[in-house]
């Protein structure tokens, strides 16, 4: 679209000046929207590694006596129902 108005450069005409401007301006638009989107999009798969990660961590060290002692509840509570 811009390739046809640039003739319009050489004897300007209101119109092709607009166009060329209406044109230019979008496409800016576009980039910083699509900029925009892509640096959100990199914030938020960032947080949820970050998340992920620190979640495998507390997983990884978390004390396990207590799921241990849960565990023998469980076992113990079911034959008594029987």
Request: no cysteine; hydrophobic share 45%.
């Amino acid at each position: 679209m811009i390739d046809k108005y640039i003739h319009n450069w050489i004897m300007p005409d209101a119109r092709g000046v607009l166009l060329v401007v209406a044109s230019w301006s979008s496409r800016m638009m576009l980039e910083a929207a699509g900029s925009a989107l892509a640096t959100t999009l990199t914030i938020i798969v960032s947080l949820l590694a970050i998340t992920d990660f620190s979640m495998k961590i507390y997983l990884k060290f978390k004390p396990q006596k207590k799921n241990k002692e849960k565990r023998k509840k469980g076992e113990h509570e079911e034959p008594d129902g029987h």
